[in-house]
Structures are given as structure tokens and as C-alpha cells.
Nanobody, 124 residues
């Protein structure tokens, strides 16, 4: 089992920044790829960013490319999502997730463990 706890969400004006954190406990964090997803009201959960266990491979959704940065610190069992130039359409609950796989990291079904989510609200 892996337990994931997100933090860092909040209310920010358009153009602002937030840094989300996700701390993992339980089984070996460094053996899991990690991803960030988000879900807005009435919409499906969608991929935002993912990082391999070593940090050597990183993936972004088109909507996140150039504005968001995913990183991880295996010594701290933590994955981060730095979000800059935020837009109102970024408003959603953001979830971190852990995957034992090295492939398919853009897909919800590839992840075995999920956090409870943290709300991000961007005002215009």
C-alpha cells in the first residue's frame, strides 16, 4: 500500500503561481512513477503531468506544457507540481497518483494509488 497526501492548493488570481506537494508513505516511493491529474466539476479526470521513478522521463499534457513543472525528491518521498501563469480553466481538484508501471503514465488506469486531492481555484 502507498498512502498519498497532497497539499498546496488554494485560491490564486489568474497569472499567479502555486506549488503542489504530494507526500507518500508506505511502500518504496522511489519504485513508483508519479503523476498529477485534475478533475473539474462535471468533467472527467484528466492527465496533467507524470515523472518516472528516476525522474529521467517526464510527460506533460498540452495544457500544462511550458507552464507547469513536475519534479520529485525520492529522499523526501515527495513529488511536486509547480504551476505558473495559472488560468481560470486550471481550476480543478488536483490529485497525485502512484504507478508501478513505466508505461502508459498519461492514463488514469495505469495508477494504483491516489491521494484525496487538493482544490486549486484560479480567479479571473
Amino acid at each position: 500500500q502507498v498512502q498519498l497526501v497532497e497539499s498546496g492548493g488554494g485560491l490564486v488570481q489568474a497569472g499567479g503561481s502555486l506549488r503542489l506537494s504530494c507526500v507518500a508513505s508506505g511502500r518504496t516511493f522511489s519504485s513508483y512513477a508519479m503523476g498529477w491529474f485534475r478533475q473539474a466539476p462535471g468533467k472527467e479526470r484528466e492527465f496533467v503531468a507524470a515523472i518516472s521513478w528516476s525522474g529521467g522521463r517526464i510527460y506533460y499534457a498540452d495544457s500544462a506544457q511550458g507552464r507547469f513543472t513536475i519534479s520529485r525528491d525520492n529522499a523526501k518521498n515527495t513529488v511536486y507540481l509547480q504551476m505558473n501563469s495559472l488560468k481560470p480553466e486550471d481550476t480543478a481538484v488536483y490529485y497525485c497518483a502512484a504507478s508501478p508501471s513505466a508505461y502508459g503514465l498519461t492514463m488514469v488506469g495505469s495508477y494504483d494509488y491516489w491521494g484525496q486531492g487538493t482544490q486549486v481555484t484560479v480567479s479571473s
